[in-house]
């Protein structure tokens, strides 16, 4: 079952800079795909499209999910590489927040956000601030954050890339982990093909821009 269907997608910005295509992306249910290619190539911009933070120039973007069928929204959580998270709350309050704007009940809220948080591995860490806490810890709150609304879809553009390399690995490991316990499509972009390699099921790899998927691979070892 097909998850995300990006066919014949085009992105050109409004200063005329062709990101991205012809593209076409399919991703089942539960897959784990990386999208891997040279900087600039538009892996980006090819998140922002299957997140809806852009609209294709050309082309179709279909999102098949329970969550946005149901209107509920929250079909997709992403994160960033900058784990952006607001400086004057808690990471429990950074976390909850999602839930907080879309009028989930209080009561609901904190044991959601607990459960979250351990499943990171920040269970002692909810009432820390931003400031208090190392590169690794701000990604697994900003994960947490993503992963807090239980979306089908996860999307991550280049999380570790800042992180200094064994904080890197285990996030990799324990994204691997939460992978397997969660059963949610990730996609994950990086410029790393070892990153790439280790993590997914599936490996797309695109051309320098305008980013076409060039090749494309599967890892037997990354089946759970
Ligand atoms: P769109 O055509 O999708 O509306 P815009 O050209 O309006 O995109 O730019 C959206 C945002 O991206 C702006 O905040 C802009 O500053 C930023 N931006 C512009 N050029 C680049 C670039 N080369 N790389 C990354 N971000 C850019
Ligand atoms: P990647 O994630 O692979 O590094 P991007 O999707 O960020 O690639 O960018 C692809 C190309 O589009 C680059 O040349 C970048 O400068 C340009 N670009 C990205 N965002 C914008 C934007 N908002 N406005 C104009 N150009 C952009």
Request: net charge positive; aromatic share 6%.
């Amino acid at each position: 079952e097909a998850v995300v269907r990006l066919q014949a997608v085009t992105k050109r910005y409004r200063n005329g800079v062709l990101a991205l295509g012809p593209f076409d992306l399919t991703v089942k249910r539960g897959e784990f795909v990386a999208l891997v290619g040279p900087s600039g190539c538009g892996k980006s911009t090819a998140l922002r499209l299957v997140a809806g933070l852009a609209e294709p120039s050309s082309g179709t973007v279909r999102i098949a999910s329970r969550r946005a069928r149901s209107g509920s929204g929250h079909a997709i959580g992403v994160v960033f590489q900058e784990p952006t998270l607001m400086p004057w709350a808690s990471v429990r309050g950074n976390v909850g927040l999602p839930l907080k704007l879309s009028h989930v009940p209080r009561a609901e809220i904190e044991p959601r956000v607990m459960a979250v948080l351990a499943q990171v591995g920040l269970r002692d860490f909810a009432g820390a601030m931003p400031r208090e806490l190392s590169g690794g810890m701000k990604m697994r709150a900003a994960l947490a954050r993503a992963l807090v609304t239980d979306p089908d879809i996860l999307l991550l553009d280049e999380p570790f890339a800042a992180l200094d390399e064994i904080t890197r690995f285990r996030l990799n490991n324990d994204l691997l982990m939460l992978w397997r316990e969660l059963g949610k499509t990730v996609i994950f972009v990086t410029h790393s093909v070892y990153e790439s390699v280790y993590l997914a099921q599936r490996v797309l790899v695109m051309t320098p821009r305008p980013g076409k998927i060039a090749d494309e691979f599967g890892i037997n070892a990354a089946e759970p």
